[in-house]
């Protein structure tokens, strides 16, 4: 592990993650779970709440994806990594949720849009409010 350390409520969701998502049948249904731990804690909670995420899905949830072999096998850690990348990027000495929100976009991709799409958010509202966080965010 290398670059920026975890902050208490980032190394908090990244243990729960680890723990719920091997129990996830699905692709969108571990990004629906990241989704969930995202909106209760830390910097990710306050991104989301602006955007407006609703708790339950304005839509019908399609059929779901089967999860990529080996994707929920070390999944938080892929995450954890790429978290760690954007808290770099915004030359920070730690990691926070909204670094963990920007990981799970970058490591779920189309799977992680769709559960946006479903919650009643884009995933371009939420990139261009992670760029604004960013700045705003640097320590």
Do not use: N
């Not at 019908?60 to 990594?81: M, T």
Request: some cysteine; proline content about 3%; hydrophobic content about 45%.
């Amino acid at each position: 592990m290398s670059g920026p350390a975890l902050d208490r409520t980032a190394g908090l969701v990244l243990g729960l993650a680890s723990t719920a998502m091997p129990f996830a049948g699905s692709t969108d249904e571990q990004a629906e779970r990241w989704l969930r731990l995202l909106r209760s804690y830390g910097s990710a909670a306050l991104v989301l709440a602006a955007l407006g995420i609703s708790e339950h899905p304005l839509e019908a949830e399609p059929e779901r994806v089967k999860a990529a072999s080996g994707q929920s096998d070390d999944v938080a850690e892929q995450v954890a990594e790429q978290a760690r990348r954007e808290a770099a990027l915004r030359g920070a000495k730690r990691v926070e949720t909204a670094d963990v929100l920007a990981g799970v976009l970058a490591v779920y991709g189309q799977a992680f849009e769709r559960v946006l799409h479903r919650h009643g958010c884009e995933a371009w509202q939420l990139r261009q409010l992670l760029e604004l966080e960013r700045g705003s965010m640097a320590t």
